[in-house]
């Protein structure tokens, strides 16, 4: 049992370190620059090793695309959790998202904005669960906005939904144009142009932190 133990985590600390290097690619060149044959000989694995961890390409991604979708809800969705119910929180989770796109906690910028590119027009599995983190990441924005709103911090005829549009669409435009450019000033824009949206809606301005 102990030897079976020992197999089971070593087998769970390679397949972890295979999902650091593959959500590492995807990133930057996409989903489908991933390969069993490649990320053995970078991490040093046999192909049938890597292999039995997935089974397949498809397989792959998918748990590349899980695996972002873990590091993305610890750098980005827990913190601003901990922050009060209102502005604040809000604030926080676009301060956040904003964060981890600039410190390029994925080498290639926010991993969801490219790969949902590479799988917007397609049919498929992948594309299915990249629907399903979109989705989640715009309903939670959204769940924010009638947070603060029902906390008496936001006007009461604040559209939910088009508010998170505004505030997702400045941050993924950051994103890209860092990405493209190689630049950081966009994302004091970006903040700028948060923390006007939100005092247009805000029912004290004082409730927005200033940009510094």
Not at 66 to 79: H, L, M, N
Not at 175 to 182: P, T, Y
Request: charged share 25%; with cysteine; hydrophobic share 45%.
């Amino acid at each position: 049992m102990t030897r079976l133990d020992g197999r089971v985590e070593r087998g769970n600390r390679t397949r972890q370190s295979v999902l650091r290097r593959t959500v590492e690619i995807a990133s930057v060149e996409g989903l489908e620059a991933l390969s069993v044959g490649r990320l053995a000989t970078e991490l040093g694995l046999s192909k049938s090793g890597v292999f039995a961890l997935f089974g397949s390409k498809q397989e792959l991604q998918l748990a590349t695309v899980r695996e972002a979708s873990r590091v993305f809800a610890a750098e980005v969705v827990e913190p601003a959790a901990t922050v009060p119910a209102g502005v604040g929180r809000l604030w926080r989770l676009c301060e956040a998202w904003l964060d981890y796109s600039e410190r390029r906690v994925f080498p290639g910028g926010c991993f969801f904005y490219g790969v949902l590119a590479e799988f917007d027009a397609r049919e498929g599995a992948v594309h299915d669960v990249l629907v399903e983190a979109q989705r989640y990441w715009t309903g939670h924005v959204e769940e924010r906005v009638v947070e603060a709103r029902a906390a008496g911090e936001l006007r009461a005829d604040t559209d939910a939904e088009q508010l998170a549009f505004e505030l997702i669409a400045l941050m993924e435009s950051a994103n890209a144009l860092s990405v493209l450019h190689g630049e950081t000033a966009v994302y004091r824009r970006a903040r700028t142009g948060i923390a006007g949206r939100l005092r247009a809606v805000a029912v004290d301005a004082a409730l927005v932190p200033q940009v510094g």
